[in-house]
């Protein structure tokens, strides 16, 4: 369900503006989305983890103020990302 951490490097890698970004809010909804990922194949196996989808809906909540906030700030990057990461239609 978690992501490693091979894999949460090369998202950051991939996502950051610079070589020290590991905050910004591109990086961190492209992690959210990673784990969002890894939850909706759990629930595909174990389909009463009730526990998890309370987790995964408060994932989903994080990602969509994370988004909201971007796409106020610079829809340009908000529009790449969401293509990027092929959320939102």
């Not at 610079?18 to 492209?30: F, L, M, P, R, Y």
């Not at 526990?51 to 908000?78: I, P, T």
Request: proline residues 0%; positive net charge.
């Amino acid at each position: 369900m978690s992501i490693t951490k091979e894999t949460k490097k090369e998202l950051i890698d991939k996502f950051a503006t610079n070589e020290k970004d590991t905050g910004s809010a591109q990086v961190q909804i492209a992690v959210l989305s990673e784990r969002i990922n890894n939850l909706i194949e759990h629930f595909k196996i174990h389909k009463h983890d009730k526990h998890s989808q309370k987790g995964l809906v408060a994932l989903v909540n994080k990602r969509k103020k994370l988004l909201s906030y971007l796409s106020r700030n610079d829809h340009n990057k908000y529009q790449d990302l969401i293509k990027e990461l092929k959320i939102r239609g």
